[in-house]
């Protein structure tokens, strides 16, 4: 992924990692980002990239919101 390192996509997107931020939206900045990716200098790692993805899954969303909201209705249960 080569993206503007702004906003959400800045947090869902490891820079280096999986992979790169570009700073403004401008076609010199895109250019760079671009010449980036093709040197090489950076080797993405697909088990790397699964596995941060993996925590956005529909699944794991629905798990820790399942989880949260049994922990504050218990919460709040105990405080009746």
């Known amino acids: 992924v080569i993206c ?5 996509v800045k947090e869902t997107v490891i820079h ?15 250019k760079v980002a671009l010449n980036l990716f093709e040197s ?3 080797t993405f790692n697909s ?3 699964r596995e941060n993805a993996e ?5 794991r ?3 820790e919101f399942v989880d949260f909201v ?5 919460e ?4 009746l």
């Open 40 to 42: 090489g200098e950076f």
């Open 16 to 30: 280096g990692v999986t992979g790169i931020h570009f700073n403004s939206q401008t076609e010199d900045d895109l």
């Open 47 to 49: 088990v790397e990239i």
């Open 55 to 59: 925590k956005f899954s529909v699944k």
């Open 61 to 63: 969303f629905k798990n």
């Open 76 to 79: 709040f249960n105990r405080s």
């Open 70 to 74: 049994s922990d504050k209705l218990s």
């Open 4 to 8: 503007l390192g702004k906003g959400g």
